[in-house]
T-cell receptor
Framework: AQTVTQSQPEMSVQEAETVTLSCTYD???????LFWYKQPPSRQMILVIR??????QNATENRFSVNFQKAAKSFSLKISDSQLGDTAMYFC???????????????FGTGTRLQVTL | EAQVTQNPRYLITVTGKKLTVTCSQN?????MSWYRQDPGLGLRQIYY???????DKGDVPEGYKVSRKEKRNFPLILESPSPNQTSLYFC?????????FGQGTRLTVV
């Protein structure tokens, strides 16, 4: 079974600064995806960034980037130039690759609550 | 527009009164699942379905039922809700490399 660990329940960062959220996972799978989801007060689950395990290059999406260390099973999220709108709960998640007729699921960490302050 | 529609958004009910939370997707996905979110626990899978008439238990299935009579719909049924089922619920529909979530249902059982 897969496990995902987020060891920082809460973090705070000042506007315009950079913050890194940590995530480690455990799996015996070779083909999988890793995700960071943002959950603002509206409770909506918003995909921030996705990383395919077979890709060595770290994924980036505008101000969001990841540091994917496959051997260490580490998947941290870096938010640059933090904005007030980044205030949210952030979840790290794992999903093994699946195909038609097979099952998979997203396994989530317990989340990191990020507060961006003025 | 790719969409997962969940209803209702908020629900307050009393112990033992049967309820259904609906979920519908317009992406023709085979795979769908239900999660509950609780503080400090993240999201945990309740049930999943790989296709019409094919469902199976997730990590926390006790007290829940599901059905998949049509590909687009995957309702979550609580036949006798109890206060420990007070939670935030999400329906998800999957492509091969991504999950699409509904808006969430905040359920309170008193």
């Amino acid at each position: 079974a897969q496990t995902v660990t987020q060891s920082q329940p809460e973090m705070s960062v000042q506007e315009a600064e950079t913050v890194t959220l940590s995530c480690t996972y455990d799996t015996s799978e070779n083909n999988y995806y890793l995700f960071w989801y943002k959950q603002p007060p509206s409770r909506q689950m918003i995909l921030v960034i996705r990383q395919e395990a077979y890709k060595q290059q770290n994924a980036t999406e505008n101000r969001f980037s990841v540091n994917f260390q496959k051997a260490a099973k580490s998947f941290s999220l870096k938010i640059s130039d933090s904005q007030l709108g980044d205030t949210a709960m952030y979840f790290c998640a794992f999903m093994k690759q699946f195909y038609s007729g097979t099952a998979s699921k997203l396994t989530f960490g317990t989340g990191t609550r990020l507060q961006v302050t003025l | 527009e790719a969409q997962v529609t969940q209803n209702p958004r908020y629900l307050i009910t009393v112990t033992g009164k049967k309820l259904t939370v609906t979920c519908s997707q317009n992406m023709n996905h085979e795979y769908m699942s239900w999660y509950r979110q609780d503080p400090g626990l993240g999201l945990r899978q309740i049930y999943y379905s790989m296709n019409v008439e094919v469902t199976d238990k997730g990590d926390v299935p006790e007290g829940y039922k599901v059905s998949r009579k049509e590909k687009r719909n995957f309702p979550l049924i609580l036949e006798s809700p109890s206060p420990n089922q007070t939670s935030l619920y999400f329906c998800a529909s999957y492509a091969s490399s991504e999950a699409f979530f509904g808006q969430g249902t905040r359920l309170t059982v008193v």
